[in-house]
């Protein structure tokens, strides 16, 4: 392969393909709407569970497994995407997974049996967990990197709105159209995606050209078993043989792949960047962020919808104060990054959210109106905005740009990992402490749930605050260790050599 530097060359039809160019405004455009549908297909089934069990029937677990079917393979394959965008090109890779994720959502809508939506919601985590870790890199090779905070602003309101938007557009299309509408929405919009990236996108690659299959294997299958474990802790409880025996080997199965990438001669994940103190803390604190966010979601939509009598989409609509400062924020917050930096904006982030989310747990009782409700949904949606948009910049300004994808990866890859975390945590303590027999028994075990959460988005506030005032720079190799080749990057449509 040509180690060549970075180069960029006009797209046919005449846009311009340079960083900072015209095809910027393409790169958001399809990156965004293919991981809007990624992230929103995390929660969108949720409520729509209920009428999926009248139409298709099974089990409390097989339900389950609908959600969980998907966020096992998206989260334990996220690194595997990062490393075949590497060594195939990421915008080649990326648009196989949109692919994927198009052709697995038909499969979902035209399921007959539990069984087969599960199966067709683990093809659709598959398709995600490859173009979601690419789509930050894409970004990048469109964008020079002190313009990247305002992009990644923008790529942030988008997921971020995905993410807390989910049971409210799920909610909605199975009040006023049917569950398997939740699905085949996605397909129109993906074909069109495909043949957009292959046009549009900037074609780039990382590392040195080899796949590091054991490495992909070890860290692959030890997070299979960690988020298998995670997800079914509540169902088997935490102490039992299934559950510890699926934390034990996924551990040690992470233990070997650390140890494998510190001798291999191309690891998959150089360990030496985690010596980068911005690239550790981020990547820590946004597991914490997620397990908090996702978590309180989980039990804040069932409390609108299970004691306060809303409908799933009007539940939906009273989480707008929330979803909407995204839309709103994330933006502002991505310019302010490129000013002043990330650390601050983050951990202002998590101190607002966690405010949020402290109010709404002060305040959570089966009687509490709305309107009490409101200022901690909007303190949580700025403050969620506020780390969405700084975050990505902030880990690839760690790396190398051969190293961004496996960068990205990395930090999807926790954020993934904390989401199941956290509605599996959670999830317990409102088990533990209350039930849903009552709806004082709900607030009994949603209150310390939500005070759970809050103590997490504020550790993850206090750790941000631990990244240097300075960006170092990215983290070279220690001396004799041979150096990274310069991406290679080409027009869409030419081949990388």
């Known amino acids: 392969m040509d180690q060549s530097a970075h180069t960029t060359a006009p797209p046919s039809g005449g846009a311009s393909a340079s960083p900072g160019g015209g095809s910027l405004v393409w790169t958001l455009l399809i990156v965004g709407a293919a991981t809007f549908m990624a992230a929103l297909d995390n929660l969108v089934v949720t409520t729509a569970l209920p009428v999926i069990r009248d139409d298709l029937g099974g089990r ?151 796949l590091d299959l054991v490495g992909t294997a070890l860290v692959s299958a030890g997070l299979f078993g960690v988020v298998l474990s995670l997800v079914r802790g509540h169902e088997h409880g935490w102490s039992s043989g299934p559950v510890l025996l699926g934390f034990v080997l996924g551990g040690l199965l992470l233990v070997a792949f650390v140890r494998w990438e510190l001798y291999t001669d191309a690891p998959m994940l150089p360990m030496r960047l985690f010596r980068s103190r911005t690239f550790s803390v981020v990547n820590a604190a946004s597991l914490l962020m997620f397990a908090g966010m996702f978590g309180a979601i989980f039990l804040l939509t069932q409390f609108l919808q299970l004691i306060q009598g809303y409908s799933p989409t009007e539940a939906g609509l009273r989480m707008l104060p929330w979803t909407a400062m995204t839309l709103l924020v994330a933006p502002a917050a991505g310019a302010l990054t490129d000013r002043v930096g990330g650390r601050l904006v983050v951990a202002s982030g998590m101190a607002l959210m966690a405010l949020g989310l402290g109010s709404l747990a002060a305040v959570a009782d089966p009687a509490v109106s709305y309107a009490a409700q409101i200022p901690g949904f909007v303190l949580s949606g700025v403050g969620m905005a506020m780390f969405f948009a700084p975050t990505g910049a902030l880990v690839l300004s760690a790396v190398s740009p051969p190293e961004e994808g496996i960068a990205s990866g990395v930090n999807n890859a926790l954020r993934e990992v904390g989401g199941a975390l956290g509605v599996a945590v959670l999830a317990s303590i409102f088990a533990g402490q209350g039930g849903y027999e009552t709806p004082r028994a709900f607030t009994d075990g949603l209150v310390p749930a939500l005070w759970v959460g809050t103590a997490l988005l504020g550790a993850a506030g206090a750790l941000m605050l631990l990244v240097p005032r300075r960006a170092p720079g990215p983290v070279g190799p220690v001396p004799g260790e041979p150096a990274e080749p310069a991406v290679a990057a080409a027009r869409p449509g030419a081949a990388v050599r």
């Open 60 to 210: 409390l677990s097989d339900l389950e497994w609908i959600v969980n079917g998907y966020t096992l393979p998206f989260a334990c394959l996220l690194l595997l995407g990062a490393a075949l965008g590497d060594r195939f090109g990421r915008r080649r890779v990326f648009g196989l997974g949109v692919l994927v994720f198009t052709v697995a959502s038909a499969g979902a809508a035209l399921a007959g049996t539990t069984g087969q939506l599960i199966a067709a919601r683990a093809l659709q985590g598959a398709g995600a967990a490859v173009l979601m870790p690419l789509s930050l890199t894409l970004i990048a090779a469109a964008v020079p990197r002190e313009r990247r905070g305002m992009a990644f602003g923008i790529w942030g309101a988008v997921n971020g709105l995905a993410v807390a938007a989910g049971p409210l557009v799920g909610g909605a299309i199975t009040e006023h159209l049917t569950w398997q509408w939740i699905f085949w929405l996605n397909v129109p919009i993906g074909l069109a995606l495909v043949p957009l990236s292959r046009r549009y996108l900037v074609e780039s690659r990382g590392g040195d050209g080899r």
